[in-house]
C-alpha cells in the first residue's frame, strides 16, 4: 500500500468512439484503479454556475440549454460536430478547465495515497492531456465493429458515427503515440483477460 503523499502512477486510457474504452476503464476500476471518465468531468463543467457553462452559453446561445439551465449534450453536439470551427471553439473552452480540474484531482489523490489512477479520454493528445500522464493505453478495435456499437449504443446513424471518428485521431495517429496498444475484436471476456494480464505488470 502506498503511503500518504506516495507519487501516483497515471495511465492515460485513449482510443476512438466505440473502441471499448469504458470497459477497459471498468475492469480497471474494478481491480481497484481510481478512474477518472473525461465526460464526467465535461458533465461538472457543464453544470450552471461555471465559467465553462457560462462561456459556452456566449458563444452557442440559450438553445443548447435543457429545461433545468444545464447543457444539453446532444443539442451542443448536433451543433459542433457539423461545424469544425465551432468544435474547436468549444474544445478551447473545455479542454483547459478539464485538464486543470484533473490536475487538481490528481494532486489529491495523490496525498491520499493512490496508487493508481487511470484517466479515460477520447482526445488525450489533442487536449494536450498527455502530461498529465505516465503512460499511455490505447483502445483500438476494426472500423465496422465500431460502427455497429456506436449506432446499436447510441442510436445514432452512420453518418453521426463517421463525423466523430473524422473529428479524432486516426488509429495509426495514435498507435504510434501510444506506449501500449490494446487491440479489442474479440469477445468481452478476451478483452477482460487481456487486462488481468496488463494488471500484473503495471507498476504500483
Do not use: C
Amino acid at each position: 500500500m502506498a503511503q500518504t503523499g506516495a507519487e501516483v502512477f497515471v495511465i492515460g486510457l485513449t482510443g476512438g468512439i466505440g473502441t471499448g474504452k469504458t470497459e477497459v476503464a471498468r475492469v480497471l476500476k474494478e481491480l481497484g484503479a481510481v478512474v477518472i471518465e473525461s465526460d464526467r468531468v465535461a458533465h461538472l463543467l457543464y453544470e450552471p454556475g461555471t465559467k465553462a457553462h457560462r462561456a459556452i452559453v456566449e458563444r452557442f446561445g440559450g438553445g443548447v440549454l435543457d429545461d433545468s439551465g444545464v447543457i444539453n449534450r446532444k443539442s451542443l453536439g448536433e451543433i459542433v460536430f457539423a461545424d469544425t470551427v465551432k468544435r474547436l471553439e468549444l474544445e478551447e473552452i473545455v479542454w483547459p478547465a478539464a485538464k486543470q480540474w484533473i490536475a487538481d484531482r490528481l494532486e489529491n489523490e495523490e496525498i491520499r495515497g493512490t496508487q493508481l489512477v487511470v484517466i479515460e479520454v477520447p482526445k488525450l493528445y489533442d487536449a494536450g492531456w498527455d502530461d498529465l500522464v505516465d503512460t499511455v493505453w490505447t483502445v483500438e478495435s476494426p472500423g465496422a465493429v465500431i460502427s455497429q456499437r456506436v449506432v446499436a449504443r447510441s442510436g445514432i446513424d452512420e453518418s453521426a458515427v463517421e463525423a466523430i471518428v473524422a473529428a479524432q485521431l486516426t488509429r495509426e495517429d495514435r498507435e504510434a503515440k501510444a506506449d501500449l496498444v490494446i487491440e479489442n475484436d474479440k469477445t468481452i471476456k478476451d478483452l477482460r483477460n487481456r487486462i488481468l494480464t496488463l494488471w500484473e505488470a503495471i507498476p504500483r
